[in-house]
């Protein structure tokens, strides 16, 4: 089952404009990340934000994360034809009160970006 | 730079018939899972290990799956028999240590299709 529902599903935008995508989540996490995956290929890691983090940044790479509104966005500023690929949020749960379940990230179901030259 | 391998890259074979996947994790890494990713989805996970270990294969499907990593290092996911909804991208990732906030890193993946 996929916890994460990612809007929107498709973004098109001109290289050099700022991509903004969102992703909302239903239960309780220790933590979120974002990962890439560019056409037939694997997923790269992007960047992980812990649950008492509220805003992170790596590079041209800005996420925020709202556990209130289970929530978070991944904005990437002052895009490139390169940064077109799909974007992947994935949490992972809280670890259990015996700290011997580690638990499972879950995917959700992705942005299609595309950056046009 | 390390990488998770992953062979075959593309598979084609018809249903009932038996596939594998193999996976050779960075080195070092403990963990090893494989993931399977339907066309417009997200990944799913399928199977979890620590070492050699199975720690999580509540949505394997056992009855035609199966995966071991028998020494702790590389690992194998088998389907026997292939069924047509079994077209995927299959997906092997490992990490140092489990626990989530572990970076997976991810191979290319298998895509296989069932005629």
């Known amino acids: 089952s996929q916890q994460g529902e990612e809007d929107p599903q498709a973004l098109s935008i001109q290289e050099g404009e700022n991509a903004t995508m969102n992703c909302s989540y239903k239960?309780?996490?220790?933590?979120l990340q974002w990962y890439r995956q560019n056409s037939g290929r694997g997923l790269v890691h992007l960047i992980l934000?812990?649950?008492?983090?509220r805003e992170k940044h790596s590079g041209r790479l800005r996420v925020t994360l709202d556990t209130s509104k289970k929530s978070s966005s991944l904005l990437i500023t002052a895009s490139r034809a390169a940064d077109t690929a799909s974007y992947f949020c994935?949490?992972?749960?809280?670890?259990?009160?015996?700290?011997?379940?580690?638990?499972?990230?879950?995917f959700g179901q992705g942005t299609i970006l595309t950056v046009h030259p | 730079e390390a990488e998770v391998a992953q062979s075959p890259r593309y598979k084609i074979t018809e249903k009932s018939q038996a596939v594998a996947f193999w996976c050779d994790p960075i080195?070092?890494?403990?963990?090893l899972y494989w993931y399977r990713q339907i066309l417009g989805q997200g990944p799913e996970l399928l199977v979890q290990?620590?070492?050699?270990?199975?720690?999580?294969d509540s949505q394997l499907p056992k009855d035609r799956f199966s995966a071991e990593r028998l020494k702790g290092v590389d690992s194998t996911l088998k389907i026997q028999p292939a069924e047509l909804g079994d077209s995927a991208m299959y997906l092997c990732a490992s990490s140092l240590a489990p626990g989530t906030w572990n970076e997976q890193f991810f191979g290319p993946g298998t895509r296989l299709t069932v005629l």
């Open positions: 290990f620590q070492d050699e270990s199975v720690v999580d």
């Open positions: 934000i812990r649950s008492n983090e």
């Open positions: 994935a949490t992972g749960p809280p670890i259990n009160a015996g700290g011997t379940s580690y638990g499972k990230l879950t």
């Open positions: 080195s070092g890494h403990a963990t």
């Open positions: 239960t309780s996490i220790n933590n």
